[in-house]
């Protein structure tokens, strides 16, 4: 009797003689380029360094398209957004110790915005494992515990045939609910030596589902049935998960108000008249949150942003769905639905009950029209004109990738994005420089829209050398720099919090100039001017800059109120 997991799939005979008569001069390296490639890879990210040569060298055999950036940091940010917009977990190839190192941030960020990134390390030849101290260049005692509490998964390969398998494998649990990055390193000696492993032909590394549990989203569909003031907080997890079309359906099926997290940005549209857009931030949507007897959370753990700084405090029921088990429930107790949002979306469409709310409409208008009135008395004309010119120049299907600068934080909670996947930023660990090389990696993975960056001089400088890759490309991004000196955000903290500012200024150069140098046009624009000269900047393929010199102010925050 024969079993399904019984058959075998037999090669052909052209697979059988390629297996046997393997092409010569293949390396380690080799195997990794074509295990990528079968996955499905046409892109890889990264920068050489000498142990990982065997790996660089077999790109040079391979149809895989590679972008080199100039630090290693910024090559994760492009891998980064790269695996936001497509979907796909970006690969990202690395040199041991300081330039793998040089890589924790933007690993740090893809774990928290849940970014599919397949970072790939070299490691120091085998006969240096182990954790004794052999004194090779770039040596560390253990290099992967370094990353094992930044990314999803650790794989150490130490044979030429583990390369396949441990490829694969962190491949499907980049792309598992939640996505995130992960890490494979390889020592020197396996990637150089010669190798006779016939070349990868298959791929397949299908990520697991993580369907929601009935029980649960039984009892949810029934308390958001019943409730009276539902309402609904999107996070992150629904623009990954490709979920907007079924949150919208729920939230019209249930008359529900919907607001949208930092990292959810997009999922729900900014005008709808269910949307509370994104003004998460703001004591009156606090206030209208906590006051729904039944609260949905979509993809979204209510950490420090989407809780007004962990004023929220929800007097109704909490239905919270969470593909990261970490975050179910770590802030608020809830219904706590451990599974992807797009699937336990789904399940909730099939069993709730459709609600009637006439008022619902009304009850977002005046939210929003207490969040313009408080805008409205703080004298921030600049800053929402800039924004507001910022959204006009930019095409509505372009994607937007913004640094930690002080316009950033008004685009959190003030810009509309015109989609899910649109509006992409450092939010979710808020470290310096994401903004432009993050663009380069959308602009690789999209090439059919102009991309727009925003940093605020501060930032500009920790990426100022992607200049280079920008040009060596010919990306076509648009980088807005906000010129104000120094930290801005830092300077407005520090001065009312103890009166004057510290360590915030800086001496920067000329930044048209400087982009110039690259062979890169500039523009030194003013606010009246900014929506015309970016405008224009967009319109041209290639790379550009505008620099936009102004001392922006954030608007007040509320949860001092509280």
């Known amino acids: 009797m024969t079993h399904d997991h019984d058959l075998v799939l037999r090669p052909t005979e052209a697979q059988t003689s390629a297996a046997l008569n393997p092409p010569p001069g293949r390396n380690g390296g080799d195997l990794v380029v074509e295990t990528l490639a079968a996955l499905g890879t046409t892109t890889v990210f990264g920068l050489p360094g ?56 933007a690993l740090q960020e893809a774990a928290a915005a849940s970014a599919p990134v397949l970072a790939i390390s070299s490691q120091i030849p085998s006969a240096g494992l182990g954790g004794g101290r052999h004194g090779y260049l770039h040596e560390l005692p253990d290099q992967s515990a370094s990353f094992r509490g930044v990314v999803k998964s650790v794989h150490t390969v130490r044979t030429q045939s583990q390369i396949p398998s441990a490829i694969e494998a962190a491949w499907k649990s980049a792309l598992t609910a939640p996505h995130g990055p992960v890490w494979v390193e390889i020592p020197q000696d396996v990637l150089l030596a010669e190798t006779s492993i016939p070349v990868v032909t ?22 958001l049935s019943r409730a009276e003031r539902p309402a609904i907080i999107a996070g992150g997890g629904v623009v990954r998960a490709d979920a907007s079309g079924k949150l919208k359906q729920l939230a019209e099926m249930l008359r ?22 994104s003004w998460i931030e703001d004591r009156h949507t606090t206030d209208f949150l906590e006051d729904a007897d039944v609260l949905l959370v979509v993809g979204s753990g209510l950490g420090e942003l989407s809780s007004n700084y962990h004023t929220f405090k929800p007097r109704g029921r909490v239905v919270q769905i969470e593909a990261d088990l970490g975050k179910l429930e ?16 789904q399940a909730l469409l099939e069993t709730v009950s459709a609600r009637e709310d006439a008022k619902a409409p009304e009850r977002v208008r005046e939210v929003l029209a207490k969040v313009a009135e408080r805008l409205g008395s703080q004298e ?10 910022v959204r006009r120049a930019l095409p509505a299907d372009s994607p937007s990738f913004w640094d930690m600068t002080i316009l950033a934080y ?17 939010q979710g660990s808020g470290g310096l420089g994401y903004g432009f090389p993050a663009a380069l990696g959308g602009a ?5 829209r102009p991309v727009l960056a925003v940093s605020g001089d501060g930032g500009a400088l920790y990426s100022i050398a992607e200049l280079a890759t920008a040009r060596q490309y010919d990306l076509n991004v648009t980088w807005l720099i906000v010129d104000d000196g120094g930290y801005g955000i830092l300077r ?36 009246q001017t900014l929506e015309a000269d970016l405008a224009k900047a967009l319109e041209e393929p290639g790379p550009s800059v505008v620099v936009l010199p102004a001392v922006l102010r954030m608007f007040a925050p509320t949860h001092l109120e509280s």
């Open 50 to 105: 000498q142990h990982a040569l065997g790996v660089f060298d077999a790109l040079r055999r391979s149809d895989l398209r590679y972008i080199g950036l100039r630090v290693e940091n910024n090559a994760g940010f492009a891998a980064d957004a790269y695996g936001r917009i497509t979907g796909e977990a970006a690969p990202l190839l690395l040199s041991t110790g300081p330039g793998a190192l040089t890589s924790l941030a």
């Open 202 to 223: 298959g791929g397949d590394a299908f990520p697991e589902e993580l369907p929601p549990r009935p029980e649960l989203t039984a009892v949810a569909a029934d308390l």
């Open 256 to 277: 529900a108000p919907v607001v949208t997290t930092p990292g959810g940005k997009g999922a729900f549209p900014w005008k709808h008249p269910l949307s509370l857009q």
């Open 330 to 345: 770590s802030n608020h107790s809830a219904l706590g639905i451990h599974a992807d949002a797009r699937l336990a979306l």
């Open 380 to 389: 921030l004309t600049l800053e929402q004109d800039v924004l507001a010119a």
């Open 410 to 426: 008004w685009a959190w909670s003030a810009f509309d994005a015109k989609g899910p996947n649109h509006m992409h930023s450092a």
């Open 444 to 448: 690789v993975a999209d090439p059919t």
């Open 492 to 527: 407005e903290y520090m001065t009312d919090a103890f009166g004057e500012a510290t360590a915030t200024e800086l001496t920067r150069p000329d930044y048209v100039a400087l982009a110039e140098s690259f062979g890169v046009p500039g523009v030194r624009t003013s606010p």
